[in-house]
């Protein structure tokens, strides 16, 4: 019977974590965590969970969830995560690695989750990985920092670090600034979407106004990717609604490209869209022409738009570096930029520092203040956390109900 051990570790984001991983699950861990070396273990992660639910669409099975004889796919991201522990469980290994389990996790989920994982620690060993110092679980004993890839463990530092500051006294002027001269950008009165018989939104009354700064939040599955999409024209159930974006009713004839002219937004899933050898100075440049890569030769003056945002996220000296060889933080910082480079109207961030360490989290929210002091771009950051440092106007909150969510403005 092996003893049980249970260890958080965090990981910078220089860390090769799926090499890590890797070494864990291949028994090829070295120094304290070399206990595990002869022991059985599974990986539970949000990647692990989507590979599982391509497996069970392929050959139409229900492994996850055989009780319920339903698919993984078909639950909330909560529940998701919920079903597989359970199915991790049932494969009955030593250990159990968990990815950083609390992402995309609103709350009260992750109060559920850290109950569920405690209860775990009597019967399995249980290795978390983290990138944030505050998802470290206080029931865990072993806790280490892993800097780089020697993977060497590191005792983690009570002090609380001070990271470098931005250059914040220059933001670039736009090139050819999108003109937008109404006060109200977004207006929806009395909005509500259903899909099939479950209705998603009820009534929903939001004003987005030019220079604020509204933080979206609400429970996974209150409907804020549904929101979003109204926002930016793609949600067909916009139409026939009393919907205003940027002072033209939704099905007044207006074009989804004259709507996305007005808006930047950056959402994670962009991180995969750029995996070619493009440089970082291509990929910034690439967002004057809102092209995936840069394709069209760029002015002199747009050239020196993006040198002087080089210097403000200091990332100058990296200009030529492929923007794929760059850290995660760097590359997500870099893609905000991207999507504020015009000044557009609206600039929508859709969870910008999921999966960040601390340093890079604090480089992002120094960038997104600084966007909110130096122009007048409206932002709106969609987050389930609420996180230290970051100054948010307002506040919109879904509160799920059964009739669909309710909105709130704190």
């Not at 273990?41 to 949000?46: P, V």
């Not at 989920?109 to 399995?124: G, N, P, Q």
């Not at 004839?253 to 970082?280: N, P, R």
């Not at 506040?395 to 309710?406: A, D, K, N, W």
Request: glycine share 6%.
């Amino acid at each position: 019977m092996h003893q049980k051990q249970h260890w958080d570790i965090l990981l910078t984001n220089q860390v090769n974590k799926k090499k890590f991983i890797d070494n864990l699950l291949s028994g090829e861990a070295k120094e304290e965590l070399a206990v595990f070396n002869n022991q059985k273990g599974i990986l539970f992660s949000d990647i692990s969970i989507e590979k599982f639910i391509e497996r069970e669409y392929q050959y139409e099975s229900v492994e996850a969830s055989p009780e319920s004889h339903r698919q993984l796919r078909t639950f909330s991201s909560g529940e998701r995560k919920k079903e597989f522990l359970k199915y991790c469980i049932s494969q009955n290994p030593d250990f159990i690695i968990f990815d950083n389990p609390f992402d995309h996790l609103d709350q009260a989920s992750r109060l559920a989750l850290a109950l569920s994982l405690e209860k775990l620690t009597d019967t399995i060993s249980i290795i978390q990985l983290v990138n944030r110092t505050v998802d470290l679980m206080d029931f865990v004993l072993n806790k280490v920092l892993i800097k780089d890839n020697t993977f060497t463990l590191y005792p983690i530092s009570k002090e609380v670090s001070h990271f470098k500051t931005l250059n914040t006294a220059a933001i670039p002027k736009a090139h050819e600034p999108v003109i937008f001269n109404e006060s109200e950008l977004i207006r929806m009165n009395d909005v509500s979407v259903s899909y099939e018989d479950r209705k998603i939104l009820n009534n929903i009354s939001w004003t987005i106004k030019q220079g604020e700064f509204w933080q979206l939040i609400g429970p996974n599955g209150s409907g804020k990717s549904t929101i979003l999409s109204l926002i930016t024209g793609d949600n067909p159930k916009g139409y026939g609604q009393d919907l205003f974006l940027f002072g033209r009713k939704k099905g007044s004839g207006e074009s989804v490209w004259e709507i996305k002219k007005q808006i930047g937004i950056y959402t994670t899933a962009m991180m995969d869209l750029f995996q070619k050898s493009h440089t970082l100075e291509e990929m910034i440049l690439s967002g004057f022409f809102d092209s995936i890569g840069l394709y069209i030769e760029p002015t002199t003056l747009q050239k020196q738009i993006v040198s002087q945002w080089l210097e403000v996220i200091e990332m100058t000296s990296l200009r030529k570096k492929r923007f794929i060889d760059l850290s995660i933080g760097q590359q997500r910082v870099a893609l905000i930029v991207r999507a504020v480079l015009k000044h557009p109207p609206l600039l929508i961030l859709d969870e910008p520092v999921e999966g960040l360490d601390d340093e890079n989290v604090d480089l992002v929210i120094q960038l997104i203040n600084t966007i909110k002091q130096e122009t007048n771009v409206s932002i709106l950051y969609v987050s389930h956390r609420i996180e230290q440092g970051l100054a948010p106007t307002s506040i919109f909150e879904l509160i799920p109900s059964e009739t669909g969510s309710i909105g709130k403005i704190k």
